[in-house]
């Protein structure tokens, strides 16, 4: 490997980082000052990306691989053993201080740190523990830190990246075992969730052995989460919500991050040539929440899919769900309860509970509701207010071309 100096090394790294999706991207519009006189106010900083804390504050993390060498060939991954990239690699002393220079800059508030596997797993593990323990210990650093683990690792190491970490993840990688073995064939799919497993008991004893003593010490107090690659295998919409639903349920994940497959350069023969649709990610994260905070089960995403088990990409899921299942509306919003007014499309979590608030009082009418909402035209169809009945609306052959048209006339004004 040719010598690089830190700068180069970051350049690479962070680059190199940015495929990782499982610290997750606050959306920021990218304003880039490099090269202008008078810029200022980048939030285009190298290897800079920005996270959601447990407590829901936006923070800025440095997102860094240790290295983008591995001995493994996974046929979706850039850094795999077989491609033609720039190689680099950090020894834990300088994404130490890397660390402490950004955070003492007040660039960022925390480190994201994964890395392909160097020489064995447990060397690697052994590499990133030795940075969160390096700043946490010697230098008693108490920002964010997320690192990504080596499913295969001793377990006791990743009860000592436990142990310094924030939060922790193992990538799933792909939802269908068959997808992994084909284009991971060195990893294996039970071998990740029994790592999952362990890591979930590890959260486990750590919440309660803190609840019995104070002085225990924490052990990831902000949980487990993964990322599953979309569009690389044949794996449909329907299979992909099974699979998330799948490893909440049993390993209490924080959050499954999906990360739409992106063609890299020297790609195998055995990938897709183009990425999927990037709306096909929004529509499985909108598809996420609907499970996390809507209510809805696998099952009921599942039924909003189309014949081939995807998801329609010009309508959300909820309202893809509501247009099949429209026996289940018009709801009155001044009588029904709340888990069935999450489902009328439009209506989002905080407007459902000032609705609730506000009908103790009075009885709500169509302008009222539409005031707690961006799309009166979404909603109108599946509501009762006190002045207002769609009657007809609701069994309308043309009801989704009409919202949709009616949408992009309100937005248009
Ligand atoms: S193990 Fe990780 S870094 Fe290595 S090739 Fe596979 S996905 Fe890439």
């Known amino acids: 490997m040719a010598q690089l100096d830190t700068r180069q090394k970051l350049e690479i790294l962070a680059d190199a980082a940015k495929y990782d999706a499982s610290c997750a991207s606050s959306g920021t519009a990218k304003r880039d000052s490099a090269g202008k006189a008078k810029g200022i106010g980048s939030t285009e900083g190298m290897g800079i990306c920005h996270a959601y804390a447990p407590d829901g504050r936006c923070i ?13 060939d996974c046929h979706y991954c850039i850094n795999r053993k077989s491609s033609n990239v720039r190689r680099a690699r950090f020894t834990a002393k300088e994404v130490v201080d890397l660390t402490l220079a950004f955070y003492r800059r007040n660039y960022i508030e925390g ?3 994964s890395s392909g596997i160097i020489r064995s797993s447990d060397y690697t593990m052994e590499q990133l523990v030795e940075v969160a323990r390096s700043l946490r210990e010697d230098h008693q650093f108490r920002g964010y830190i997320h690192l990504k683990t080596i499913p295969d690792a001793d377990p006791r190491l990743i009860e000592a990246a436990g142990r310094h970490a924030d939060r922790l993840s193992i990538n799933v990688e792909l939802p269908t075992d068959p997808g992994l073995a084909r284009l991971a064939p060195e990893k294996s799919a039970s071998g990740i969730r029994a790592a999952m497993g362990g890591m979930k008991a590890a959260i486990e004893d750590g919440h309660d052995a803190k609840k019995r003593y104070r002085s225990a010490p924490a052990f990831a107090p902000a949980g487990q989460s ?11 919409d329907s299979d992909i919500v099974r699979t998330a639903a799948t490893l909440y349920d049993r390993y209490a994940l924080r959050r499954v991050y999906y990360s739409a497959f992106s063609p890299i350069p020297d790609a195998s023969a055995v990938l897709p040539l183009s990425r999927p649709p990037l709306m096909r990610e929004h529509r499985l994260y909108q598809s996420d929440w609907l499970m996390r905070f809507y209510g809805y089960k696998p099952a009921e995403v599942a039924a909003a899919t ?30 029904a309860p709340r888990e069935a007014l999450l489902r009328v499309p439009g209506l989002g979590v905080k407007a459902v509970d000032a609705i609730l608030v506000s009908r103790k009082w009075r009885r709500l009418s169509l302008a009222d509701v539409g ?3 961006v799309s009166i035209a979404k909603i109108r169809p599946f509501i009762v207010a006190s002045d207002w009945r769609p009657t007809a609306l609701i069994d309308r052959l043309d009801l ?8 992009l006339e309100l937005f248009a004004a």
């Open 306 to 335: 189309d014949d081939a088990g995807m998801l329609p990409l010009d309508i959300d899921p909820k309202l893809a769900w509501a247009l099949k299942y429209r026996d289940a509306f018009p709801l009155d919003v001044n009588r």
């Open 226 to 236: 993964t990322q599953m690659i979309v569009g690389a295998d044949a794996a449909n």
């Open 371 to 373: 005031r707690l909402t």
């Open 60 to 72: 800025s993390l440095l997102k860094i691989l240790l290295t983008n060498s591995c001995i493994f």
């Open 400 to 407: 989704k071309p009409r919202i949709k048209r009616e949408q």
């Open 111 to 113: 480190l994201f740190l």
